[in-house]
Structure formats: structure tokens, C-alpha cells
């Protein structure tokens, strides 16, 4: 079993426990359902944009802890203050550190800025509860769902008005696409075995639509990694523990923008 399948295995433990807690109608009291998403796509496309995705996590599998000692609400800030094109905020909390209580200061903090639910999405359930906790989009991992899955939870988040993120690591995810896709984001990082290829990215936007707005994800540390990703079709640039695990993770951010 991979940390994926783990990943998966648990979080189905955890919607299964959410839906038994708190039913859709619940959900939809929120809020956060009364208002418009932003669009990260047209954040990423306007002229002048950073393409930063900055991202607020704590840990993860692979590092361990990054950093305990940041709140959301000052870091997330300081991003936005920076010039980030959007925000990332993890709600998983067994493995990333992340909650709901995160993305929703993210959210009052930051009102104007598009803000992603990251997570393991498997369920339409999540959906609503991205809706619910004022996200603008979601991620879905290709490696964790079928093409009718894919589908499924993409018809969900357009009918919450929500833009949809898919995640792809290998060829063969990208077949799995469908129509209602906004971005793809191609994760440098293999699942298997951890390890970071930057080329990842350029190999696999080859095969990407020609009009898909493209997202590099994991591993970028430097402007030079921006601007080669730029040269190869890149709009977007997810950014998480370069910034996070720094002391001041939005002064961190700041210097990266000013460089670019």
C-alpha cells in the first residue's frame, strides 16, 4: 500500500464520519454558500500576474513538520500582500496539519483572492463542504480517481459554482480529463517514491490541451524554475513548503515576488 492509498483509505474513514455528523442541508446553511467564487484561472491570465499559489500547510508525509509556529490568517496576508495570484490551504489533518477552521480565516481574511480547498477529494460530499467553508476550487488527484469519478465530483463543483484543479503525475493520468476542467496542475513529486523532477512538468504539458491553464506543483525553490516553467506554458506556480518553512513565511513570499 502507498501513502496514497493510506491517504484515500483514511479519508473515506472520515467522510463516511462527516456525513453521519453534519448532513448536506446543514452544509448549505452556510454563509459561504450565498457567495460568488473567485476564478483562479482568470487570476493566473490577468495581465501582470505573479502565477505564485501560495500554499499554507504544516507538515506533510514526506517532510514530517514544517512548520507548527505560523497562524493562517498572518500568513495568508502577508501572501496576498506580497502579489500571490491565489492561496492553497490544507484541510487534512491526520497527514498535512490542515482544517476547516484554516480555510475559512483564510477566506475572511483574505476576501478577494481565490483560495483552494486542498485536500484528498473522493466524495461529493467534500464538495459542498468546500463550498461551505468559503473555497474557490478544488483539487482533484487523478491518481486517486477513475475518469467517472473525475466527472462526477467536476459536475458537482460546477454546480456550486466552483472551478475545478486536477492534479496529474504520468501520461496516462492525463486521459482522464474531461471538459469541466478548469487547470491542470502537473505534481514534479513522485507519489511512489517522493522524489522531485521539475522536468516533469515541461514533459507532460506537451501532451496537455493546447488552451489548459497550466499549474507546476512541488519542488520550486528558485525564479529560474519560474521562468523556465514560464517558457513552457506554465501560468500557475503552487508554492508551499519554500515558503512555509522559513521563520516569516510571508516575508519569504515578499522576497521571492520582488525577484520575479
Known amino acids: 500500500m502507498t501513502i496514497l492509498d493510506e491517504i484515500n483509505a483514511n479519508k473515506r474513514r472520515e467522510v463516511a464520519a462527516a456525513k453521519a455528523k453534519i448532513s448536506l442541508e446543514e452544509l448549505k446553511l452556510s454563509p459561504f454558500f450565498k457567495r460568488t467564487p473567485h476564478s483562479l484561472k482568470a487570476a493566473l491570465q490577468a495581465e501582470g500576474a505573479s502565477g505564485i499559489i501560495a500554499e499554507f500547510k504544516t507538515k506533510s508525509p514526506s517532510k514530517g513538520e514544517i512548520n507548527s509556529l505560523v497562524e493562517v490568517t498572518e500568513v495568508t496576508s502577508a501572501y496576498v500582500a506580497a502579489g500571490v495570484s491565489g492561496l492553497s490551504v490544507l484541510t487534512d489533518q491526520q497527514y498535512f496539519g490542515g482544517s476547516f477552521e484554516n480555510l475559512a480565516k483564510a477566506r475572511f481574511a483574505n476576501p478577494h483572492t ?65 471538459p469541466l476542467v478548469d487547470l491542470v496542475g502537473v505534481n514534479n513529486r513522485n507519489l511512489k517514491t517522493f522524489e522531485v523532477d521539475v522536468e516533469t512538468s515541461v514533459r507532460l504539458s506537451k501532451q ?53
Open 114 to 178: 481565490p483560495i483552494l480547498r486542498k485536500d484528498f477529494m473522493l466524495d461529493p460530499y467534500q464538495v459542498y463542504e468546500a463550498k461551505a467553508h468559503g473555497a474557490d476550487l478544488i483539487l482533484l488527484i487523478a491518481a486517486s480517481l477513475s475518469k467517472e469519478e473525475m466527472l462526477l465530483l467536476s459536475e458537482t463543483a460546477k454546480e456550486l459554482g466552483l472551478e475545478v484543479l486536477v492534479e496529474v503525475h504520468t501520461e496516462e493520468e492525463i486521459e482522464k480529463l474531461n
Open 208 to 260: 496537455l490541451p493546447a488552451d489548459m491553464v497550466r499549474i507546476s506543483e512541488s519542488g520550486l525553490s528558485s525564479v529560474e524554475n519560474i521562468h523556465y516553467l514560464r517558457k513552457a506554458g506554465f501560468d500557475g506556480f503552487l508554492m508551499g513548503e519554500n515558503f512555509m518553512k522559513s521563520e516569516n513565511p510571508g516575508k519569504a513570499c515578499a522576497e521571492f515576488i520582488s525577484k520575479l
